[in-house]
């Protein structure tokens, strides 16, 4: 298993595109998070035009979209990759066993997802920081205890989402269009069409659950024990990690039964 896990770290290490997607992650996270935490004004209701507070949490929440994106590229790579090029087949001659190479390579997405979002990370701190704001301002909404790891998870499931569906197809390009089309368009739209017919259905979409990973709480709750006892960004990580499971589940039956 440790020979399989290094030869997917050196693969995945090795691929130009790797570290263009981390250097994107990071410069593009400092240019937004400064641009978000730029003191903004808003209207009072008296007519006045008062400071509006810094937008300090969005300038860590908001880049971690495009980084998703950068994620979804090198998670698709690590296996449609190899099978674009026929590189499949020298793989699975070194290591035969397919469920070893199946868990290294997802092991690898793991850890590249975990990379790209602390690079998300650092970059929106920069960002933040040369705004004037190394940290929360007062007046400004500072993360909860779960924030930050919510925000990986979803990164994390993210980049498995995108690598299980370029296992099933084959296709790196269907890994990395799927999630983006259907989580900010399709489901977008699917969402406006039913939130007054089907609600239910709403919630259980994929993509667009998991876009809702930054959720504290329940804003249609009524108050009580269920402000305390629901977090909506879990529940919707929770739901987007049984669609990946899925996901995971089909991709490892097809690569462990057909051919290279």
Do not use: N
């Not at 908001?62 to 090198?74: D, E, G, K, N, R």
């Not at 500072?142 to 990986?152: K, Q």
């Amino acid at each position: 298993m440790i020979a399989t896990l290094r030869y997917e770290l050196v693969r995945i290490s090795t691929v130009r595109s790797t570290k263009i997607c981390l250097a994107l992650t990071f410069l593009l996270a400092t240019g937004l998070a400064f641009l978000v935490a730029t003191p903004q004004e808003r209207m009072d209701d008296s007519g006045i035009l008062v400071p509006a507070p810094v937008e300090w949490l969005g300038a860590f929440g908001f880049p971690l979209t495009l980084s998703a994106v950068f994620v979804s590229v090198i998670a698709a790579q690590a296996i449609g990759q190899e099978y674009r090029f026929g590189l499949i087949r020298l793989t699975l001659t070194a290591f035969p066993d397919r469920m070893q190479v199946l868990l290294a390579k997802v092991t690898i997405v793991v850890a590249a997802s975990i990379v790209v979002a602390l690079a998300s990370f650092l970059g929106s701190e920069l960002g933040v920081t040369l705004r004037g704001h190394p940290v929360p301002p007062v007046d400004a909404t500072g993360p909860d205890s779960t924030y930050f790891l919510r925000a990986v998870v979803f990164v994390v499931l993210w980049g498995l989402s995108a690598f299980g569906l370029a296992g099933v197809t084959r296709q790196t390009a269907v890994g990395i269009a799927v999630p983006l089309v259907s989580g900010f368009i399709v489901e977008q739209i699917l969402t406006a069409v039913l939130r007054e017919r089907a609600d239910w259905l709403v919630r259980i979409l994929p993509w667009s659950s998991a876009t809702r990973w930054f959720e504290s709480s329940d804003p249609t709750s009524s108050g009580g024990l269920s402000d305390l006892s629901l977090t909506v960004g879990w529940a919707a990580l929770g739901v987007f990690a049984c669609w990946v499971a899925a996901l995971l589940v089909i991709e490892t039956a097809m690569f462990l039964r057909r051919d290279a």
